[in-house]
């Protein structure tokens, strides 16, 4: 399972527009991306509703993944771990300022 460790760099944490911009980011990558913090069970992180409602604040330490089993048949885990790289940017700029 391809995973990534990320800081949530936006001031406001993944509220309103960063974690629209968030959203629409994992989206694109039509991948079935996770997103966790504090080893809690992970949200879909291609659902705004559930990405706001979760508590990833300024700084908070997220987790994103992609279970292995759940990869389109035409991705691979190479492109998985590419897609979570450029996830992680997002997270990682500070946007929401």
């Not at 760099?9 to 997103?35: C, K, N, Q």
């Not at 992680?88 to 500070?94: D, S, Y």
Request: charged content about 25%; proline content about 5%.
């Amino acid at each position: 399972m391809p995973v990534r460790k990320a800081i949530v760099r936006s001031v406001i944490g993944l509220h309103a527009r960063p974690a629209a911009a968030f959203v629409r980011s994992v989206t694109e990558t039509g991948l079935p991306v996770t997103i966790s913090k504090d080893g809690k069970p992970g949200v879909d992180a291609r659902s705004l509703l559930e990405v706001m409602t979760e508590d990833f604040h300024n700084g908070c330490e997220v987790e994103l993944a992609i279970a292995a089993d759940a990869l389109p048949g035409h991705y691979t885990i190479a492109d998985a771990e590419d897609a979570l790289d450029g996830l992680r940017a997002v997270l990682e700029t500070a946007e929401g300022r």
